[in-house]
């Protein structure tokens, strides 16, 4: 009986979702370190750069409550088709951009598509992968994304060399049209279509799991917050420290390595121990290293500071996806997840956004940085006390 289980979660879901999340994420995070280096060109203070970074995590947030409808309208696939095409919109507008509100409606653009994506991607693994095997197949998903982060910023360092922060935004542009080709030319066998979902539908899903989103949705939003400040604050930091653009997208680049090299020992972890042994040390080791970044003073303290921030947030890959189709009933899933990810989603968003509030006020990145990081800890007590318990493990498939 466990027998067909590996095949599936090795080969099955390799072209549907896999490799299309490895593509987009890619895109994504490509642009990612060159968004500040943009803005700046455009007359942006470092205030105002780590702002317009932020809408990134905006336009999830704002797209992760329609995100249920339009995936249970037309399906996961062909949502995950129109994804693709709107992140390569929200590309065009930033590549173009002649002021800083084009650039910051092209980030946006990118934002919510990537809401619309990751709901679809996510609602299509919780349906297919049996309990036993979620974890690991999750967390090699997590790891396409982390291999996007690595593999994304590196290009770019090598296109802004050969060419100009301009040019970098090619890259993406040209994945997000291969992600859609691709996703055309996949045969789905089960792009589920519902009939319908609402704004109301998914507000009665949430207050009846509101115990549910009032502690792993906070605590997973509070990850998700050390996750964005850590995403926007190494180019912020990098900038402070005047590191060439090349040198610091090379440097997040190698960082974003180690977090991908540690997604499948995640993975183990949470399906052999249990979820919290993965989001506990995660969240004390993003509070630690948000603690410390006055250590980076130069280039090599700046690639240092990142290993380590990699180091804690490679430990939960997936973490998030798991805690949300753990927790994610069978009649409403789109419309619990929905809200689990708006939730997750609004420390994404709020986190850069109030990084450069504090900036704003006159306060050091340093000091912006560490005030995050006390929140670390907050995040960890609720996935300790309220990460549930699973049943009997099922045999490995190794």
Known sequence: MSSPNPVFAKRKLVLPVFLPSFLFSTAEYGILPSIPFSAQNLGANLATAGAITGALMIGRLCADIPAAKIVDAV????????????????????????????????????????????????????ENVPLEYRARSLSILGGMFRAGSFVGPVLGAWIIHQYSVTEVFYLPLILCGITALLLLAT??????????????????????????????????????????????????IALALGLPTEQASLFIGIAGALDFALFYLSGQIMD??????????????????????????????????????SLANGIGSGVIMVLGADLAPKDKRNEFLAAYRLLSDVGDASAPPLLAAIIGLGFSLTVAMGAFGFLGFLGAGLMFKYIPVYAEKKTSDR
Not at 83 to 90: E, K, Q, T
Not at 103 to 123: D, H, K, M, Y
């Open 75 to 126: 399906g996961e696939r062909i949502a995950m088709i129109y994804a693709s095409m709107a992140g390569a919109l929200g590309i065009l507008l930033s590549l173009f951009a002649i002021n800083l509100f084009m650039l910051s409606a092209g980030v946006f653009i990118v934002g919510a598509a990537a809401a619309v994506f990751g709901l679809a991607r996510l609602g299509w693994m919780t």
């Open 187 to 236: 045969k789905s066998e089960k792009d589920v279509i519902k009939s319908s979902s609402s704004l109301a539908a998914t507000y009665h899903v949430a207050k009846r799991e509101w115990r549910k989103l009032a502690t792993l949705g906070v605590a997973s939003s509070i990850l998700t917050a050390l996750r964005g400040t850590r995403m926007v604050g190494l180019p912020l």
């Open 272 to 309: 052999r121990f249990g979820r919290s042994f993965a989001a506990v040390p995660t969240l004390v080791g993003l509070g630690i290293t948000h603690l410390i970044v006055g250590i980076a003073v130069d280039a090599n303290t700046f690639l240092l500071l990142a290993l380590l921030m």
